[in-house]
């Protein structure tokens, strides 16, 4: 499974630029808060960023150091995944959630002028799964609380698929497990589903990121142009598809776990197939799926870098020949790097604390970003204009502006590659996995012993190419049906692949001989049994997400606005419209017991049906 790095962010304070005298101690907490999140993924950046997904320079590093070796034990898949205990993602998870409510009632009080605002504020975050190949992670700069909302929600979503990663490297694989007892492999099960459900939530929120709160923060602004590759539609989309195929795996893997528990031929398992081994025919359709899943994210993410790669050409298509007011453009954006150099410590020395090789990659660091034009960093306003209330920011707030929200990103970000790496890889095993039941569903099922052959042919050729062999991601931990011998060396993703090819050897040696002695049966060509590959065949679906209900003002239990006439708490709401004004630019709103029942009954038998 893959470890996502998690983002930080740069320190900011509410009360700044919020006015107020009813909501002091609501603001004050609202900082506290978030600036306990930002010490939890701070202290999780430094200590555990050589564990996780990385960009491209790192990944690099860790397959040079770790393809030559691998460790012994059947415990090493859990040490492979990552360094950090569930408990310490789980911390991460939790902060955010008691985060969010106080956030959304910030969002909400800005929209109904209980809080004024002075400016509009700047939030910096780090990317997760994009970075530029040298100065790896980038800190993007961007005006408005939808920036915020987002931000977290991605941080969010991302924390819990690292959470369910390191539950599933926990359990180590304990369907081989001779020694556990009934109780404890059902115990095991059960965490297993557990994870699988957690990947589910990610992928909801994720899904409600892309087509939810994106597409409104575009339609508040106006336009996102400037957005980090990983807030792009595109790119949460992809994530999502990440997660549900993580989950798909997995429960793949709860699903053989009782046979593999009971198989005696643990070692090269080959014909017959066990009576109570679940269809060969099912877990095709499922593995096929995660490859549905994990192809489709593969090209929601290149249409990221095909679609920066296009704006970038027709930006240097309008630029040629400097006039006067681009060199003084130049100029002021040169000058402005300068002057953010004093603000960097602040949020970029986390590697202060680990000896003189990170300080001088720090200092590096920060003379290649003093060369580079249009950093990414920026400090608050130095003169902020005071608003008689956050309507006459509306517009902006997030807008994607140099002059508000920081130069805009670097035209070489991409996404990391360890990440589409991963993608491939799965993708690729996942559809060997499926040709190896499909064969075995035609061998045993229907005794179409050509065609069996056909696939575990395919399936043996993707196994055995070099992308598979020598391209496995030394950080991917791939949960399949495999039923591995326990004096395995690797819990990898190279050792799994090694495994199944053994299992794929076994089964098409076996079925070769009963063709050539008993079947006779013709082997069709590749090309014609993979016009026959049934569809994928999905086993769980993302859980929808909704916002957290307001820890206090608009949407909020008992909330009294200004002047009281308005139905803004939340058990008034169902008296205003659902498209009013009052209550369209809200977030966090939940649809009352009341308000379901007069929605129930405003429709009649067959409303809309005319003929």
């Given at each position: ?254 699903l053989v776990s009782p046979s593999i528990a009971k198989a005696v031929d643990t070692l090269t398992p080959g014909p017959p197939l066990d009576k ?336």
């Open positions: 499974m893959y470890m996502f790095e998690l983002a930080t962010t740069g320190s900011i304070s509410f009360s700044d630029f919020l006015v107020t005298t009813e909501l002091v101690s609501q603001v004050s907490e609202a900082t506290q808060l978030r600036a306990r999140l930002r010490g939890v993924l701070k202290q999780n950046r430094a200590g555990q960023s050589g564990s996780v997904g990385k960009h491209v320079g790192s990944y690099n590093e860790q397959r040079g150091t770790s393809s030559g070796s691998q460790a012994a034990g059947d415990d090493d898949c859990r040490a492979s995944a990552t360094s950090v205990n569930a408990a310490d993602w789980l911390t991460i998870v939790k902060t955010i959630e008691e985060y969010l409510p106080h956030l959304l009632g910030v969002f909400n009080c800005v929209q109904t002028d209980d809080l004024i605002v002075r400016y509009e504020p700047v939030f910096s975050w780090r990317t997760s799964i994009s970075g530029t190949r040298f100065r790896g992670a980038q800190r993007i700069a961007l005006g408005g609380l939808h920036y915020e909302l987002a931000s977290t929600l991605l941080t969010y979503a991302l924390a819990l698929s690292n959470l369910s990663a390191a539950t599933v490297a926990s359990l180590g694989w304990y369907e081989r497990d001779r020694s556990l007892s009934l109780d404890q492999r059902k115990r095991n099960d059960e965490r297993l589903k557990w994870a699988a459900d957690t990947l589910c939530r990610a992928a909801g929120i994720l899904l409600y990121l892309s087509t939810q709160l994106i597409p409104k923060w575009s339609d508040h602004v106006g336009s996102l142009d400037g957005l980090p590759p990983d807030l792009t539609t595109e790119a949460t989309l992809a994530l999502s598809n990440v997660c549900m195929a993580q989950a798909q795996a997995l429960a793949i893997r709860k109570n081994h679940p269809s060969a025919s099912l877990l095709a359709k499922l593995h096929l799926n995660v490859v549905e899943q994990m192809e489709s994210a593969v090209a929601l993410l290149k249409t990221i870098a095909d679609k920066r790669r296009r704006k970038s050409a027709n930006h240097a298509g309008t630029q040629i020949g400097l006039s006067a007011n681009h060199e003084h453009e130049l100029a002021s954006r040169l000058s402005a790097s300068r002057d953010r150099a004093d603000h960097e410590h602040d949020d970029d020395m986390v590697e202060t604390n680990r000896g003189a090789g990170a300080q001088a990659t720090s200092k590096r660091n920060k003379l290649l970003g003093r060369f580079k034009l249009g950093s990414s960093k920026s400090s608050p306003p130095r003169s902020a204009s005071v608003h008689s209330g956050p309507h006459d920011v509306a517009r902006s707030s997030g807008h994607l502006s140099a002059s508000t929200a920081g130069a805009p990103v670097d035209c070489d970000v991409e996404i990391s590659s360890s990440l589409l790496k991963y993608l491939g890889f799965g993708a690729a095993f996942h559809r060997s996995m499926a040709y190896k039941w499909l064969a075995i569903d035609h061998g045993e099922s229907s005794s179409r012993i050509g065609t069996a052959i056909a696939y575990l042919s395919l399936s043996s050729a993707l196994l055995s190419s070099s992308t598979m062999r020598d391209g496995a991601p030394s950080h991917a931990l791939i949960p399949s049906s495999l039923l591995l011998n326990k004096s395995t060396k690797s819990g990898s993703a190279g050792g799994v692949v090694e495994q199944e090819l053994a299992t794929v050897t076994h089964w098409l040696v076996s079925y070769r001989k009963l063709n050539d002695t008993v079947a006779f049966q013709r082997v069709p060509a590749s090309d014609e049994v993979t016009s026959n590959v049934p569809a994928g065949r999905p086993a769980l679906g993302a859980k929808p997400y909704t916002l957290p209900s307001p820890a206090w003002g608009p949407a909020s239990a008992g909330y009294k606005g200004r002047g009281h006439a308005l139905h803004l708490a939340s058990e008034t709401l169902h008296l205003l419209d659902e498209h009013h004004p009052a209550r369209r630019e809200l977030v966090g709103i939940h649809a009352t017991d009341a308000e379901t029942h007069a929605t129930a009954h405003t429709h009649y038998a067959g409303h809309g049906a005319y003929y």
